[in-house]
């Protein structure tokens, strides 16, 4: 089970940048989040776990101090997250399967 904790604004954005051979690279919005893994912990501790976590990360003073930082709190659910780290893996999977990258 996962526990969501913060994300970074709208993520990083990054503008274009023209590269050496002529082509230009577009970059998009890299998001980061993180969250806890608690593996094997029974469902009802994950979910009032879950359930303190998100009131923290709903309170104003929190989320304007976090905001200077340039980060966004939010909540969300286990299941919400894990969605996220699955849907991230398959994206930058296919990234590098496409840059042509290798492990040495």
Partial sequence: ??????????????????????HTARSGICRRR?????????KAIVA???AEINK???LPALKEKYATIG?????GT???FDAFVKSEI???????????????
């Avoid at 904790?5 to 051979?21: I, M, N, S, V």
């Avoid at 993180?34 to 029974?42: L, S, T, W």
């Avoid at 398959?90 to 040495?104: D, P």
Wanted: hydrophobic share 35%.
């Fill in 1 to 22: 089970m996962v526990c969501p904790l913060l994300t970074t604004q709208e993520g990083d954005r990054y503008e274009d940048e023209a590269l050496a051979d002529g």
């Fill in 56 to 58: 923290v990360l709903a």
């Fill in 71 to 75: 980060y966004e709190l939010v909540g």
């Fill in 34 to 42: 993180r969250g806890r893994r608690i593996p094997g912990a029974p």
């Fill in 90 to 104: 398959a994206k930058w999977a296919e990234v590098v399967r496409r840059s042509g990258a290798k492990l040495n």
């Fill in 48 to 50: 009032r776990l879950n």
């Fill in 78 to 80: 286990p299941q919400q």
